[in-house]
């Protein structure tokens, strides 16, 4: 399965745009690429997920490069309860579910 | 709509114990996962269920973890005896089948488990 790295963390002021990149060099062909938002004592939650170029949902897009070596996660006007962890994931998904692997996740303080 | 539920939500129990926790995964979810977090570290998949059938426990540390999910609904995640680097938060997860094209895994809001 892809190794994915993130950056630690980051800092960001309410209101602005966050954009949070993810490399997986090893990506293979059918890999998906999913981020997942984490909470201080919840569980990860969905957030956006895709194969290539670009997604878009109400709270956040994707953008992946034609080579699918990395993908950046963008969220618009951050908000203080934007603040969380952010982890990004690769996997086949066409199995009927696949093996999750976590790594350390991005830690995104929003200021006032 | 319900979503994945854990119990107990916190377990304090002592070396050599056994514990057992249960997760109720989202109604018609036929994927299920297995996940812990110990202090300071990622978090790790255990295993997953298709259904009743183990798919992948190439994750469980040892065989002092047992799971099982009979007919395919909630699962129990046992640990028999119970070790100190065993503490952590257990979650657990389901999905509905990967083959419509996305596979969101929707988690629990896990089990704390210290062992003393």
């Known amino acids: 399965l892809a190794k994915t790295t993130q950056p630690i963390s980051m800092d960001s002021y309410e209101g602005q745009e966050v954009n949070i990149t993810c490399s997986h060099n090893?990506?293979?062909?059918?890999?998906?690429i999913t981020w997942y938002q984490q909470f201080p004592s919840q569980g990860p939650r969905f957030i956006i997920q895709g194969y290539k170029t670009k997604v878009t949902n109400e709270v956040a897009s994707l953008f992946i490069p034609a080579d699918r070596k990395s993908s950046t996660l963008s969220l618009p006007r951050v908000s203080l309860s934007d603040t969380a962890v952010y982890y990004c994931l690769v996997g086949d998904i066409m199995t009927g579910g696949f093996k999750t692997i976590f790594g350390a996740g991005t830690r995104l303080f929003v200021k006032a | 709509e319900a979503g994945v539920t854990q119990f107990p939500s916190h377990s304090v129990i002592e070396k050599g114990q056994t514990v057992t926790l249960r997760c109720d995964p989202i109604s018609g979810h036929d994927n299920l996962y297995w996940y812990r977090r110990v202090m300071g570290k990622e978090i790790k998949f255990l295993l997953h269920?298709?259904?009743?059938?183990?798919?992948?426990e190439s994750g469980m540390p040892n065989n002092r973890f047992l799971a099982e999910r009979t007919g395919g609904t909630y699962s129990t995640l046992k640990v028999q005896p119970a070790e100190l680097e065993d503490s952590g938060v257990y979650f657990c997860a389901s999905s509905q089948d990967g083959v419509s094209g996305r596979n969101e895994q929707f988690f629990g809001p896990g089990t704390r488990l210290t062992v003393l």
């Open positions: 090893n990506i293979a062909t059918n890999d998906y």
């Open positions: 269920f298709v259904k009743e059938s183990k798919q992948d």
